[in-house]
Nanobody
Framework: QVQLVESGGGLVQAGGSLRLSCAASGRTFSSYAMGWFRQAPGKEREFVAAITRSSGRTYYAYYADSVKGRFTISRDNAKNTVYLQMNSLKPEDTAVYTC??????????????????WGQGTQVTVSS
C-alpha cells in the first residue's frame, strides 16, 4: 500500500512557475514508477508526465505533448518524493494535479489504468 500526498499548488500568473511535490509513504517508493495527471473542470483526467523506477541510477521521463519543454518531472528516492516543476504556465494548465504510483508502467503509456495508487490532488490555477 502506498499513500500519496501532494503539495505546492496555488495561484500563479501566466508565464510563471510552480513546483509540485508528492510525498509517498512506505519503504518501496523506489520500486514504483511515478506519474502526474491533471483534471480541469468538465474535462477528463489527462496524463501529464511520468518517470520510471530506477534502473541503476538512471531514470526515464515521459511527457504529454501539451507540457513537453515546459514541465519537468523528477524524483528523490531518499525523500520518497516526486516533483513536477512547471514553467511558462498557461491558463489552460489550470487543473487539479494528482500524483500516482504504478507497480508496472509501460514507458510512454498515458493510460491512467496502469497506475495503482493515487493522491488527493492539489489545485493549480493560472491567471491570464
Amino acid at each position: 500500500q502506498v499513500q500519496l500526498v501532494e503539495s505546492g499548488g496555488g495561484l500563479v500568473q501566466a508565464g510563471g512557475s510552480l513546483r509540485l511535490s508528492c510525498a509517498a509513504s512506505g519503504r518501496t517508493f523506489s520500486s514504483y514508477a511515478m506519474g502526474w495527471f491533471r483534471q480541469a473542470p468538465g474535462k477528463e483526467r489527462e496524463f501529464v508526465a511520468a518517470i520510471t523506477r530506477s534502473s541503476g541510477r538512471t531514470y526515464y521521463a515521459y511527457y504529454a505533448d501539451s507540457v513537453k519543454g515546459r514541465f519537468t518531472i523528477s524524483r528523490d528516492n531518499a525523500k520518497n518524493t516526486v516533483y513536477l516543476q512547471m514553467n511558462s504556465l498557461k491558463p489552460e494548465d489550470t487543473a487539479v494535479y494528482t500524483c500516482a504510483a504504478a507497480q508496472r508502467w509501460t514507458y510512454a503509456s498515458e493510460n491512467r489504468n496502469e497506475f495503482d495508487y493515487w493522491g488527493q490532488g492539489t489545485q493549480v490555477t493560472v491567471s491570464s
